[in-house]
């Protein structure tokens, strides 16, 4: 058995289209700040240059939002409103990890130049080729290529995304969690907007994330080396949320577990 990462980083020196800051605390300077804590709150008395090297311990103190790097999204990340169950969505908190934890397969699109959207048929043709049915609550991946512009602006710009048909088409299988190597399941922002203005068909904008107001799924988003798995099928994915009470995502550590 082997493991292979198939996550993105959380690093502060990368382009992202929210501000991502990372301090870093050194050894040295945790130890003066524990001294100072102690002194001012318990009125007890230590001098750092007691401690090994003069150092405790390092401290990151990170600002940032839930969608940076490889996360998941929870179903009420879609919108306050749900049309199944007693209409309130989710938050990540809540969601089962088993959902998590679960045999997957991989669909490649990374012949397809963004920006662009697939289809169902997109997704029907790209299973044939792979000669996989896909069981309900397996873990649909789609590897597009985009994670080759992580850290630019590109990676924002020129990524391939799903329509409604296709969204539909892989929750009709029972699929309850989608990921992407893509900065969103959906096509780019640019792309979504553009054609909105052309047609005026509001089912064009954000289809794969408002179709999540009324049919409960996940999404993963921002994946790496999707190609690098040895296989379209056969695999185990792991990758748990996160647990932030509340919140519509998750940072997520994705995993691939194969049998050699």
């Known amino acids: 058995m082997r493991l292979i990462d198939l996550s993105s980083a959380i690093d502060a020196s990368r382009w992202e289209p929210e501000p991502v800051s990372h301090e870093i605390v050194t050894p040295a300077e945790g130890a003066a700040h524990m001294a100072k ?5 318990f009125g007890l008395d230590f001098d750092p240059a007691e401690l090994p090297d003069g150092e405790l311990l390092s401290i990151d103190n990170l600002s940032l939002n839930s969608h940076t790097g490889t996360h998941i999204d929870a179903p009420s990340h879609y919108g306050s409103r749900a049309g199944y169950g007693d209409g309130r969505p989710r938050t990540i908190d809540e ?3 088993d959902w998590f934890h679960r045999p997957a397969f991989v669909l490649d699109f990374s012949g397809v130049p963004g920006p662009a959207t697939l289809t169902a048929d997109d997704i029907a043709k790209e299973l044939a080729r792979i000669g996989y049915q896909p069981r309900p609550m397996d873990i649909a991946l789609l590897y597009t290529g985009a994670d080759r512009f992580q850290g630019t602006e590109a990676f924002f710009t020129d990524f391939v995304g799903l329509d409604a048909s296709a969204t539909h088409y892989l929750l009709d299988l029972g699929i309850k969690v989608i990921g992407t190597d893509a900065f969103s399941l959906d096509a780019p922002f640019g792309h979504i907007l553009r054609g909105y203005a052309e047609t005026k068909d509001r089912s064009v904008l954000w289809p794969a ?16 080396r999707l190609g690098e798995l040895p296989r379209p099928y056969g695999f185990t994915l792991s990758c748990l949320p996160v647990k932030i009470a509340g919140a519509g995502a998750g940072w997520a550590r994705a995993a691939a577990i194969v049998e050699d």
């Open 37 to 41: 804590e102690m002194r001012d709150h």
């Open 95 to 97: 969601m089962p990890l």
């Open 209 to 224: 994330h408002f179709i999540g107001r009324d049919r409960e799924f996940c999404q993963i988003e921002r994946l790496e």
